[in-house]
């Protein structure tokens, strides 16, 4: 029996072409996972990665009836507004004569199984949560003739009903499983995941949902790291990102494990980037992480409000959060940072607080991170406790594929106004510094330092001024109108 594991083609969405929300950054390595779990299992697997290899769905779907799987394991993923045509691809798949089981797996899929079986008849089975155990079980049971309606984990149709007998708890041992299957053609920076979970429940993440809503957060040992490291040095990659959404993990265990995992990765001279939360920094943890190589680092900071962070059950302080930022710095390392400026209960006295915080942090220095760290906004997806919170409250909207995302009213007129205008001109901005012939394209940035420089500068006064009219209250002016002022005010810098 073959086995085809996907990892389907993206589609980039015009709206949230900047925004990675709609999926937790390790999914990346899902597929790969999920095919290297068959082949320990020696099962006959093919692991295509259709993403990688930029294909569209029209390409793959030849692909895949060439290779003709008795069960094809897809990743899906959420594509936005674009995500009906992952559902159209599936469809066109059956019509065009593919007859082999077609399962799903990963964030989206879990989060919103029951609606996909309902209305997508083409889609036979879905893996909730944690997959390698389950796809692996499911694998064996169809060679073996099985109905494989028991497997724990996994949701079915079974004539007009669904079935989906047992929840799965996620693994203990991480070093249990066997290191990702990868596509490294073209690839210089691999992703690698060292631990799985995190210890905090966020109001807007959906990782402590996808693992049944338990506080969990597993590490592997330092040294089945190290040797997955290795093995990718020895062939070529030299350059490595921690995908993991929290990478330092809960306490002083956690420091301590990634302490060893450091001075194992220093003798190999590679360079890397991570994701944290602020409050797992110290110096002597970021002293060994960039002997080790670190080079980047982002921090879930998330705002500068006390009321909002504690809106988002963040679990953080400001005090924190500043000192984690010039601990970064005092070690050479210039910090990203997760931050929403709008989220649906900020006032807009929140909103002068979030601008203090990053001016006083030296946050709005740089046009690639102003305009991004002036107009993220909270994206409320389902399955995450926002969702529900609002849902509950009546002020949330289902919009999108399957009712995916949440449209939630803002309490404050004021903040919803300045959202509007601000999340506009930042996009505009943003698509520029995509497009190759724009003066501010990323790549001119060392040949353009002063226009980079001029529009940093005249963004923020934007912002600054924008924030002083929505503090005035109603009438808020036209936004289109100020949309388009202020464009053509920042264009003039171009
Ligand atoms: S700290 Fe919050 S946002 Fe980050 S992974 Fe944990 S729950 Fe998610």
């Known amino acids: 029996m073959t086995i085809l594991i996907l990892e389907h083609p993206r589609i980039l969405s015009s709206i949230h072409f900047n925004d990675i929300a709609n999926t937790p950054l390790w999914s990346c390595l899902m597929g790969g996972y999920g095919a290297a779990i068959l082949k320990e299992s020696g099962l006959q697997v093919k692991f295509l990665n259709a993403a990688e290899k930029c294909w569209d769905f029209v390409k793959t779907k030849e692909a895949i009836l060439e290779i003709s799987p008795s069960l094809l ?10 995500t009906g045509c ?30 996909i079986l309902e209305k997508y008849l083409q889609v036979d089975s879905i893996i909730v949560g944690e997959h390698e155990k389950t796809l692996d079980d499911l694998a064996k049971c169809m060679e073996n ?29 991480l070093d249990g499983f066997s290191f990702p299957a ?86 190999l001279e590679i360079t890397f980037g991570m994701e944290t939360r602020a409050n797992d920094l110290d110096s002597r943890l970021l002293e060994s992480l960039v002997k080790a190589g670190l080079k980047s680092l982002l921090l879930g900071i998330e705002s500068g409000s006390k009321k909002i962070l504690g809106k988002l059950n963040k679990a953080g302080s400001l005090n924190t959060s500043e000192k984690a ?29 979030n601008f203090e915080f990053l001016l006083r942090n030296n946050l709005l220095d740089r046009l690639e991170r102003t305009v991004n760290l002036l107009s993220h906004y909270q994206i409320v997806l389902k399955g995450t406790a926002g969702y529900n919170l ?3 409250q ?7 594929a399957l009712g995916f995302e949440g449209e939630i009213s803002y309490a404050d007129n004021a903040v919803e106004w300045l959202k509007e205008v601000v999340v506009h001109l930042c996009r505009d901005l943003l698509y520029q510094m995509g497009q190759a012939d724009s003066l501010i394209h990323w790549q001119y940035f060392d040949d353009n330092k002063e226009i980079f420089k001029k529009i940093n500068g005249a963004l923020v006064q934007v912002f600054k001024e924008l924030l002083k009219k929505s503090q005035k209250g109603r009438p808020f002016p036209d936004p289109e109108i100020t949309k388009n002022d202020m464009r053509r005010f920042l264009h003039g810098f171009v």
């Not at 497997?151 to 007998?165: D, F, H, V, W």
């Not at 429940?201 to 959906?206: A, L």
């Not at 040095?233 to 030299?238: A, E, N, P």
């Not at 009546?394 to 999108?400: F, S, Y």
Request: aromatic residues 14%.
């Open 145 to 173: 003739g099985g109905t494989c309606q028991d497997i724990p984990g996994l949701a079915m149709r079974k004539e007009n009903s669904l079935i989906y007998n047992n929840k799965r708890q996620p693994e203990v041992d």
């Open 182 to 267: 990868r596509d490294l053609e073209g690839v210089s920076t691999a992703s690698i995941l060292a631990s799985r979970g995190c210890y905090n429940h966020c109001s807007f993440c959906p990782i402590p949902t996808f693992y049944n809503n338990g506080p969990l957060w597993r590490g592997r040992s330092p040294y089945n790291i190290f040797k997955e490291i290795k093995e990718l040095i020895d062939l070529g990659i030299r350059d490595f990102y921690f995908v993991d959404p929290n990478f330092v993990g809960p306490g002083k265990k956690g420091k301590e494990r990634i302490i060893q995992l450091a001075e194992l990765l220093a003798p």
């Open 325 to 353: 930022i010039g601990l970064c710095r005092s070690f050479g390392i210039e910090p990203e940072i997760g931050f929403l400026m709008f989220t649906p209960d900020s006032s807009i006295i929140d909103i002068q607080e």
């Open 394 to 400: 009546g002020r949330l909207e289902k919009i999108g």
């Open 86 to 115: 992952f559902f159209d691809f599936i469809a066109d798949l059956k019509t065009s004569g593919f007859n082999g089981h077609i399962n799903l797996f990963g964030f989206f899929p879990t989060l919103a199984w029951t609606k």
């Open 73 to 82: 394991s897809i990743n899906g993923i959420y594509l936005w507004e674009h």
């Open 390 to 392: 609002f849902k509950t």
